[in-house]
């Protein structure tokens, strides 16, 4: 089965990592379907949790062939897009929530050459980003409410993304759809059908004892829905 890596990404979550031996983690999914990290930033304010700060970012770009795409769910997401950017942040994508000028935030990131991306919580409706679709590289959909990691995917996320990739085309935008939150084998397949290519997962990787069985079997939760439509189309 011919699989094209530049159609969709797998992007491993370390939010569901070992945090006291990263690195190690992060070498069981240096495999040449991976190319990028995710990691989720929490301030224990905007969200009930914490996590990772620039440090952790700057660590992870030194020891590491990956690129870091970075989901900052902090309240101050806008003051602190410059140290993401030095600490080595490849992508970086702040909540419409969370930010009282997302154009503007929007385009500072832009501004150091990465992407930018917009994040929305599972009940913020796409209305409220319309004006910005045309500004983003990408748009990440949660699909469970934010702060933990191991939750259960909310089935009507995926109404949302098909819903995203009708927008797409209607303001002739270029953004990739992005989905966290529950993305398991059985749930993958459907995310991609409705639009989604990059695909956020932890649970699903960290938390199994063969990380490349577990990132095979998600990318065949993905191919399996390329098959049956290509056999379709034929």
């Known amino acids: 089965m011919t699989r094209k890596y530049n159609d969709y990404k797998i992007l491993p979550s370390i939010l569901a990592a070992d945090f ?47 690129k870091l795409d970075v989901h900052l769910m902090i309240m101050n997401a806008a003051e602190m897009i410059p140290a993401f950017v ?30 930018a991306g917009v994040t929305l919580n599972p009940a913020t409706s796409l209305e409220n980003i319309r004006l910005i679709l045309n500004e983003v590289d990408l748009v990440l959909i949660l699909s469970v409410n934010p ?55 932890g649970s699903s990787i960290f938390q199994k004892t063969d990380r490349k069985q577990a990132i095979k079997d998600l990318i065949n939760g993905i191919e399996q829905k390329r098959l049956k439509k290509s056999t379709i189309s034929v």
């Open 20 to 66: 006291g031996k990263i690195l190690d983690e992060v070498s069981t999914v240096d495999l040449p379907e991976i190319d990028h990290l995710h990691i989720d930033v929490m301030d224990g304010n905007f969200v009930p949790n914490l996590t990772f700060g620039p440090r952790i970012v700057k660590s992870l770009k030194k020891h590491t062939r990956f």
């Open 86 to 115: 030095d600490a080595g942040a490849d992508i970086i994508t702040i909540h419409q929530e969370a930010v009282t000028h997302l154009h503007r935030s929007i385009n500072d990131i832009k501004k150091y050459g990465i992407k």
């Open 147 to 201: 702060g933990f990691g191991g939750q259960k995917f909310i089935p009507w996320s995926v109404n949302k993304i098909a819903h995203l990739k009708r927008l797409r085309k209607e303001y002739k935008a270029d953004y990739v759809i992005e989905v966290d939150g529950g993305i398991n084998p059985d749930i993958i397949g459907k995310v991609y059908e409705a639009g989604a290519r990059y695909f956020v997962s």
